[in-house]
């Protein structure tokens, strides 16, 4: 086990007691720009999945197109993990949202003009998962270098406050877009939205992060960025918890949710729960900005075990308040764990090295969220769906809890 020691952040050009981030100027075009790409990013799935019914193509046709991004996407991120420590990261932000443009352009132009087809959208999203890969360290390693120290805190938690309300917003209006104008003109509007990101990115002024030590290989940068993620015993400890949270919670709003709940509320029930959860990281993002405990991780890792709330109200109650409830602490709990998170990589990483171990993060997240997809039908014909969804808010909750026992996490220090 190592010991966490601070890290000096580095200087902004900002002084240093002037008013909270959005005073900053490249803060505010970062926030901006990731919370306009964010609105267009939740409208897309749901003009997507319309866009492809309308060209006759089936169920298992529309998961190919999405698959294809997020294939695409995670074999794609660590390289742009190497890049976001190598080169200027706003330029790759601003690279990846122009190209993304341009897809989305495509796309909206083929489904207008009516020469769209499932193959087309799904060469499309493979190039868009690699733009998505190139730009996702980058900006989540972005946030450090725009503000001063001492506002890193309150700048993590608007970004994602932010970005949330967006997305809440984004799939509220998604299918009135949809129905109004058609699967295109709503796709349009992603377009639109990344060439503002561009123009946000474009503006960002900030010093070059400096790496240190020779230029390796891109393998040999890879070993150093897996060697920061294993030098900090929480970081390669949580990495693990999120791998869990997703290869488990993925089959409940994937697959077991929207039957268990259709079939005992009706189909708008699964809706009003979704709803609800994205409540609960809003309030979570708001609670942040207040309050900042001294040991941060830690705290947040106990309140990632209200994720089991969820599944458990499915399971065990008949009454729809219960199971809102149960969505609402989901998100509240995730949201307050994420932004603490957030905050202990950006605190405690080489800055150098920042970009890659965000790279980690993310695959090791997500890498085994298909997985869950796909084991959770058979798992739950051998053992029913109540027992199935018992078991994993056991495991959810309980490993949350566990690992907020680990000395390394329970006594890193907010700084």
């Known amino acids: 086990?190592?010991?966490?020691?601070?890290?000096?952040?580095?200087?902004?050009?900002?002084?240093?007691?002037?008013g909270g981030p959005l005073r900053h100027a490249p803060y505010r075009f970062l926030v901006t720009g990731t919370t306009v790409?964010?609105?267009?990013?939740?409208?897309?799935?749901?003009?997507?999945?319309?866009?492809?019914?309308?060209?006759?193509?089936?169920?298992?046709?529309?998961?190919?197109?999405?698959?294809a991004f997020a294939l695409a996407e995670v074999v794609t991120l660590l390289f742009g993990g190497v890049l976001g420590d190598r080169l200027p990261r706003q330029v790759l932000m601003q690279g990846a949202a122009a190209g993304a443009a341009v897809t989305q352009g495509v796309i909206a132009l083929a489904l207008i003009g009516g020469w769209a087809s499932v193959t087309l959208l799904g060469l499309i999203g493979l190039v868009n998962g690699c733009l998505q890969a190139l730009s996702g360290p980058s900006s989540q390693a972005m946030t450090r270098q725009t503000v001063p120290a001492e506002l890193l805190g309150s700048a993590v938690a608007i970004r994602r406050l932010s970005q949330n309300t967006a997305g809440v917003i984004g799939y509220a209006v998604a299918?009135?877009?949809?129905?109004?104008?058609?699967?295109?003109?709503?796709i349009a509007i992603d377009a639109l939205s990344f060439v503002v990101a561009a123009c946000c990115f474009a503006l960002i002024r900030v010093p070059s992060v400096v790496a240190t030590g020779?230029?390796?290989?891109?393998?040999?940068?890879l070993g150093a960025g897996a060697?920061?993620?294993?030098?900090?015993?929480?970081?390669?400890l949580l990495i693990g918890q999120a791998l869990l949270y997703h290869l488990f919670y993925g089959g409940v709003q994937g697959v077991l949710g929207p039957i268990v709940v259709g079939d005992e509320w009706?189909?708008?029930?699964?809706?009003?729960?979704?709803?609800l959860l994205m409540g609960g990281f809003m309030v979570g993002g708001l609670v942040t900005l207040r309050w900042r405990p001294r040991y941060g991780l830690a705290v947040g890792t106990v309140f990632l075990a209200l994720t089991a709330c969820f599944p458990l109200a499915m399971a065990l109650s008949d009454q729809l308040p219960v199971l809102l409830l149960g969505a609402f602490l989901h998100g509240f709990g995730l949201e307050i764990f994420s932004v603490n998170w957030d905050l202990s990589i950006q605190q405690n990483v080489a800055e150098d090295k920042l970009a890659r171990v965000y790279a980690f993060d993310i695959v090791g997240s997500f890498v085994a969220r298909p997985l869950g997809l796909v084991l959770v039908g058979p798992v739950v014909a051998l053992t029913g769906t109540t027992t199935w969804l018992l078991v994993?808010?056991?495991?959810?909750?309980?490993?949350?809890?566990?690992?907020?026992?680990?000395?390394?996490v329970r006594r890193l220090e907010r700084q």
């Open 1 to 18: 086990m190592t010991t966490e020691t601070p890290l000096d952040l580095p200087v902004t050009p900002h002084p240093p007691r002037s």
């Open 37 to 67: 790409s964010s609105l267009g990013n939740a409208i897309t799935p749901v003009a997507l999945a319309f866009g492809v019914l309308e060209l006759g193509g089936s169920a298992s046709q529309l998961g190919m197109v999405v698959a």
């Open 175 to 186: 299918g009135m877009l949809v129905a109004a104008f058609g699967a295109g003109w709503a």
């Open 214 to 221: 020779d230029r390796q290989s891109l393998l040999g940068d």
């Open 227 to 236: 060697r920061e993620v294993l030098r900090h015993t929480w970081l390669w």
């Open 266 to 275: 009706g189909t708008a029930a699964w809706g009003w729960a979704l709803a």
């Open 392 to 408: 994993l808010a056991a495991i959810m909750g309980g490993s949350s809890l566990l690992a907020a026992t680990v000395p390394s």
